[in-house]
């Protein structure tokens, strides 16, 4: 990690329609770190990330990212939950495949090379036997594994995670954690993970980011997440 800003929000008001949700953001997001988003349901987390990511214009302000070797950063997100109606019957392969509809045009024919690197990115992420499955068949672990494959096959530089390891059960998430950790130290990704799960959180992550009644608390790990300190956050929560 270096002190080099990637991301930075100055003055951010982000919420939907006329409801703002986050009045004030000022954030900034170091090239290597990983961040965790905390907050209660409501608090803006998924709102924050989407606005981030252009999915939902920003109500105010500035959202601004550093270029990447002189060009654009690369943004690779995992939604919080999958949104593929069982109906389309995608393999995970194919799945993994739509992460690199940045590189291919549309109509265009995939190229040897990106099929090669999609298998690559479910081989990181422990998934290279569900290529052929059905993305509707697979259990919520394995299409975590999936979807994060898929955020991998962009090639970002930042990558955005909603909740990764919401409704799976214990040893799928602590597998989550474990690849989310190997991938952000092998790979040097700048990643913001939105989570209510403090422990995976304590276990992972560098900063944290709490939000709190349109307020954004941040600091280290051991700043925030000590005893004390989320016994404070989480009693103004239940006021």
């Known amino acids: 990690m270096t002190d080099e800003l990637l991301l930075t929000l100055e003055h951010v008001a982000a919420g939907h329609g006329r409801h703002v949700v986050l009045p004030d953001v000022n954030l900034g997001l170091q090239r290597g770190s990983f961040s965790g988003l905390l907050g209660a349901n409501g608090s ?34 995992t939604p919080q939950r999958d949104s593929l109606d069982p109906i389309f019957l995608f393999s995970s392969l ?4 739509m992460g690199t509809c940045g590189r291919v045009r549309p109509g265009a024919r995939v190229s040897h090379a990106e099929k090669d690197w999609a298998r690559q990115c479910l081989r990181e992420t422990g998934a ?17 594994r999936v979807l994060i494959a898929r955020a991998l096959a962009a090639k970002p530089d930042f990558l955005l995670l909603d909740e990764p390891t919401a ?13 989310l950790q190997r991938i952000h130290e092998q790979q040097q990704l700048t990643i913001l993970m939105a989570s209510h799960d403090l422990a995976a959180v304590r276990m992972s992550v560098q900063n944290v980011i709490w939000l709190h009644e349109g307020n954004v608390l941040r600091g280290s790990v051991n700043e925030l997440l000590t005893a004390d300190k989320i016994e404070q956050i989480l009693d103004l929560e239940m006021r």
């Open 128 to 144: 290279e036997s569900l290529g052929r499955k059905l993305f509707s068949e697979l259990s919520g672990g394995q299409k975590q």
């Open 167 to 179: 409704g799976i059960d214990a040893a799928a998430r602590q597998a989550i954690m474990e690849l």
């Open 94 to 97: 194919e799945v993994v495949l």
């Open 44 to 77: 803006g987390k998924s709102t924050l990330i989407k606005t981030i990511l252009g999915i939902i214009p920003a109500l105010g302000g500035r959202v601004e990212f550093a270029t990447v070797q002189g060009r654009p950063v690369v943004l690779g997100y």
